[in-house]
């Protein structure tokens, strides 16, 4: 009689790895199929190998796992990768430029190992565990440091010619080309320049400060909530028109902030577009992008994702 994930034994299991190697913190987690998370670990972020493999050492035999236990090995890297072959086209945060990462990760890991853009990883953990479930066509905003995007379509990744496909922080709109305002790689682009956490911070406070002072009615603070408000709904109008998505979920930082604006946000949105869509914030929060990498593992490797509201609830159970 075949037995499924929930009845085999820890030693029977099969798990993935999957790492979000940010600007600021790296995220590992490890899980089985059935998206039972069994270790969780976030670090200072690094850009050597030698680290990063070690940190990773270290979790598996903190969760009392082998090696021979893994499946596969996820990595979501905040820039522009090349997942086909396993490379790093650039990341701008780790000063990664044309790096074999595969290659290199293989040196501490004789595993397979699969590197996907951070945004699109944390597309794929919203579907597998997060508010994207049962979704074949949505749209994830990340605003943080940075802003990014990630499309699935037909319930797949768009990914583009170049690899490029989702990079929203090069929207513009007509006052950016009035006032000479110009997109270029290496520098935040003009929509990542008004609605960004760095662009939040030019006003003398962190964000979400100012979204707490926004709800408590402080004058300056609403002035300035109100144009992110402003700029922020004009891009995801935009994104629906063009995509027609069944969701858009926000994720990063900012949007943990988000709240007291959102439905200020959806019905913004709603008057700037006639077609329809959901806004959402983000279920499982910062551990999106790793989630995904381990999804992105187990979908390379040729194996099943096993879906369905028990994994959310035993998700929940493990974080509470």
């Not at 190992?113 to 074949?136: H, M, P, Q, R, Y």
């Amino acid at each position: 009689m075949k037995r499924n994930n929930a009845q085999l034994s820890q030693a029977e299991q099969l798990y993935g790895v999957g790492v979000d190697i940010g600007g600021t913190k790296i995220m590992i987690l490890i899980a089985n199929q059935a998206g039972d998370i069994v270790h969780r670990k976030k670090v200072n972020t690094s850009s050597e190998f030698d680290v990063i493999s070690e940190h990773i050492k270290e979790s598996l035999r903190a969760a009392g796992i082998s090696l021979d236990q893994v499946a596969a090995m996820g990595f979501g890297v905040p820039g522009i990768t090349n997942s086909e072959e396993g490379s790093v086209i650039e990341a701008p945060a780790l000063q990664w430029d044309h790096v074999p990462f595969r290659e290199c990760m293989q040196r501490y890991f004789d595993k397979p190992i699969f590197v996907d853009n951070d945004v699109n990883c944390t597309a794929l953990g919203e579907k597998w565990l997060g508010s994207a479930k049962n979704s074949e066509d949505f749209v994830v905003v990340a605003i943080g440091t940075g802003v990014g995007s990630a499309i699935m379509a037909n319930g797949s990744l768009v990914k583009g010619s170049n690899y490029m496909a989702g990079e929203v922080a090069y929207l513009v709109v007509e006052q950016d080309m009035l006032g000479d305002r110009v997109n270029a790689f290496g520098d935040f682009g003009q929509f990542e320049k008004k609605i960004s956490g760095v662009a939040l911070s030019q006003y003398g406070a962190l964000p979400h400060e100012l979204f707490e002072q926004y709800a408590r009615g402080d004058e300056k603070s609403k002035g300035i909530i109100q144009q992110f408000v402003t700029d922020l709904s004009i891009g995801i109008a935009n994104m629906v028109s063009l995509l027609n998505p069944q969701k858009v979920i926000l994720c990063g930082g900012v949007s943990q902030s988000l709240e007291p604006v959102l439905e200020l946000i959806r019905s913004t949105v709603s008057s700037l577009t006639p077609i329809p869509t959901s806004i959402e914030l983000t279920s499982i929060g910062e551990e999106a992008g790793a989630i995904g990498a381990v999804a992105l593992a187990f979908e390379k490797a040729g194996m099943d994702l096993n879906r369905g509201d028990w994994h959310e609830n035993a998700y929940r159970t493990q974080l509470s």
